[in-house]
């Protein structure tokens, strides 16, 4: 506990990220900007600012922050780092539905000739299965944590910072994308659907959990060279990343889980009511006749 102030006042600072972070949030404010004085009817969502602004500051924790300081010491920081990324600021920032904020915001000339035929693509439409979302986040998981991969990134900071971050929050989007209330795709998902994709997920994030920390020995050479200023020993910290990513996922997963669920339970219940409705609306014929 005595290092948790040393922890938190660590910072570092890389240009690219925080540019771009920087930049996400001005376009989307600009996005809301012009939607309210273009139209003063035209309403947008607080929660759905508050949705993409919280997952902007959990990245910015995450990787230039504090966090992200200790990444290539602690193992269990990387840890929080990727269970961050994948599992909590990706669907925040899609629960803040950008995509349809540009669409709501844009002009229509600029809408036509360039959002929506990329939202009707065969590349888009491809991505938004959930088959495949859910394909390339178990990939992206998965055939990191193990394979020469995850201790390559780790001794080079390039590929850690530039690709393995992108790799790990693009996966996330990708996945969450048609899953999640707001967001425009030309594939359209049952609720159904949803609940179930997001409950399979579980599977890949907690054995990924497990399988690091039932591990008896480091896997990885670089968490056993690096000097620590103080925490846990390399094997100790692999059995705590491990746990973190064990039981966070299932409690993460189960929050999103939880929402689907419930999102489909209210798409039943509209459901039997518009059944309800058209059923009174029909006329009945007299009795005695066919």
């Known amino acids: ?20 972070l920087l930049a996400a949030a001005a376009l ?16 947008w969502p607080s929660l759905r600012t508050a949705s993409f602004f919280t997952g902007l ?9 504090p966090i992200g300081a200790y990444d290539d010491t602690f193992f269990w920081a990387h840890m929080i780092q990727h269970i961050v990324l994948m599992m909590l600021a990706a669907p925040l920032l899609l629960l803040g539905a950008p995509v349809l904020l540009l ?7 600029f809408r036509r000739r360039y959002l929506v035929p990329v939202l009707r693509s065969r590349v888009v439409k491809f991505l938004t299965q959930p088959v495949v979302g ?29 690709l393995e971050h992108p790799l790990y929050l693009g996966a996330a ?9 707001g967001n425009p795709a030309p594939v359209r998902v049952s609720p159904a659907a949803r609940a179930v994709s997001l409950f399979l997920m579980m599977a890949p994030e907690t054995l990924t959990g497990f399988f690091i920390y039932a591990s008896h020995y480091p896997l990885y050479s670089h968490y056993v060279d690096v ?50 409705l058209e059923t009174l609306a029909t006329p009945r014929l007299p009795l005695g006749m066919p």
């Open 1 to 20: 506990m005595k290092h948790v102030p040393t922890l938190l006042a660590t910072w570092t600072f890389d240009p690219v990220p925080c540019i771009a």
């Open 28 to 43: 989307y404010l600009v996005g809301v900007y012009r939607l309210r004085t273009r139209d003063q009817s035209e309403h």
């Open 57 to 65: 500051a959990m990245v910015w924790i995450v990787v230039p922050g």
């Open 103 to 109: 669409l709501r915001a844009s002009r229509r000339d």
């Open 134 to 162: 859910w394909g390339v986040f178990c990939g992206a998981l998965v055939g990191t944590h193990f394979s020469p991969f995850f201790d390559y990134s780790l001794r080079h900071p390039l590929v850690h910072e530039y």
């Open 173 to 181: 989007l990708v996945f969450y994308y048609p899953l999640l209330a």
């Open 227 to 276: 000097y620590r200023p103080f925490g846990p020993s390399p094997l100790v910290d692999q059995q705590l990343a491990g746990a973190l990513m064990w039981a966070g996922s299932m409690l993460i997963d189960s929050l999103w889980v939880s929402l689907a669920v419930l999102d489909w339970l209210h798409s039943e219940e509209r459901r039997s009511r518009r059944v309800d």
